[in-house]
């Protein structure tokens, strides 16, 4: 009989554990649910001239990252596994200003991700040899 109990007990705790964890609920990473403001890139303490911050918001449910570069909106999907992380086809609205020559270098550190840290209230943005290409921080 005690047999029977514990193996129902077993059963009825995974099912609970099962039901809760579904994959639903998206990813709850510190990556994830923060808006993060780019505060350095390619080791350059990055302040915008329009006074507009350059930020990044990633979605765990939907695995798709957004946010304001220098001039435009973007977004598009993103992978993530463990520390790794790569960017898909972004997309971004097309707004002319004096900071495009900036947001084409930031498209082009964003293309060169490949891993990542959160430490803190900090993002830390790496490339394939392990340097730190941006810095963001939450805000």
Known sequence: MRTLFAAIAVFCVMFIYGCNSSGSSGDKSPLTGTEWVMFEMDGVKYEPASGKNVTMIFDGTSKNVGGKAPCNTYG????????????????????????????????????????????????????????????????
């Open 76 to 139: 598009g999907p993103y992978t993530k596994s463990s520390n790794k992380l790569s960017f898909g086809g972004l997309f971004s609205t097309e707004m002319a200003c004096d900071e495009l020559k900036i947001e084409q270098e930031y498209f082009g550190m964003l293309a060169k991700v490949f891993a990542y840290q959160v430490s803190g209230d900090k993002l830390y943005l790496f490339d394939t040899g392990g340097m730190v290409i941006a810095r963001f921080k939450a805000k």
